[in-house]
Nanobody, 119 residues
């Protein structure tokens, strides 16, 4: 069983920055593609960013490109999301997720951390 625990959420003014972290309790962290998703009130959960098992490739939603950066540390079994130039529309619960390499969907999810951006 994989457990993912997010941290780093909070309240920030527009234009500010936050760094989210996700710690994984898993034997072999490097077999997982890691991703961040978010869900705003009244909206469906949406993809934010992902990083391959080696960290060589990253992907980001158009809405966050150039502002958010995903990274991972396989030795520490963590994945981070650096969020800069935050906007009120970034307000959401952010979820960390893990996908076993070779499978079609994310298999494990964290409990989420709230990010609120005030205008």
């Amino acid at each position: 069983q994989v457990q993912l625990v997010e941290s780093g959420g909070g309240l920030v003014q527009a234009g500010g920055s936050l760094r989210l972290s996700c710690a994984a309790s898993v034997r072999t962290f490097s077999v997982y593609v890691m991703g961040w998703f978010r869900q705003a009130p009244g909206k469906e959960r949406e993809f934010v960013a992902a990083i391959t098992w080696s960290g060589a490739s990253t992907y980001a939603a158009d809405s966050v490109k150039g502002r958010f950066t995903i990274s991972r540390d396989n030795a520490k079994k963590t994945v981070s999301l650096q969020m800069n130039s935050l906007k009120p529309e970034d307000t959401a619960v952010y979820y960390c997720a893990a996908q076993i390499v070779g499978t079609p969907a994310y298999n494990y999810w964290g409990q989420g951390t709230q990010v609120t951006v005030s205008s």
